[in-house]
């Protein structure tokens, strides 16, 4: 069992920048694939950015991909979610979540389907 406490969220004008951060409780954070997704209103929630277990391996949706990063601190139990040239279409809650599978592909894990936990939302808001 894990939980996901997310930060960081808030109002920011297009252009300008947040870093996200997703604290995961437990030691096994190392173990999980960590993932990014975000709603907004009255649409589905999509895949934003995924990291691996040791790090090295990302993948952005590609909306985002230029623009945002997604890094880990697994000494801190911590995924961040750098977001530079924010856009008014970035304006979503965004969400992390964590997968236990062992041996699930980069490319599954762009779907909400190996995820097992995830956290509880921060809003992002982006004005024009």
């Known amino acids: 069992q894990v939980q996901l406490v997310e930060s960081g969220g808030g109002l920011v004008q297009a252009g300008d920048s947040l870093r996200l951060s997703c604290t995961a409780s437990?030691?096994?954070?190392?173990?999980?694939?960590m993932g990014w997704f975000r709603q907004a209103p009255g649409k589905e929630r999509e895949f934003v950015a995924t990291i691996t277990r040791n790090g090295e391996n990302t993948y952005y949706a590609g909306s985002v991909k230029g623009r945002f990063t997604t890094t880990r601190d697994n000494a801190k139990n911590t995924v961040y979610l750098q977001m530079n040239s924010l856009k008014p279409e970035d304006t979503a809650v965004y969400y992390c979540?964590?997968?236990?599978?062992?041996?699930?592909?980069?490319?599954?894990?762009?779907?909400?389907?190996?995820?097992?936990?995830w956290g509880q939302g921060t809003q992002v808001t982006v004005s024009s």
């Open positions: 437990g030691r096994t954070f190392s173990m999980y694939a």
């Open positions: 979540a964590a997968a236990s599978a062992s041996r699930v592909g980069v490319i599954y894990l762009t779907t909400s389907a190996p995820y097992n936990y």
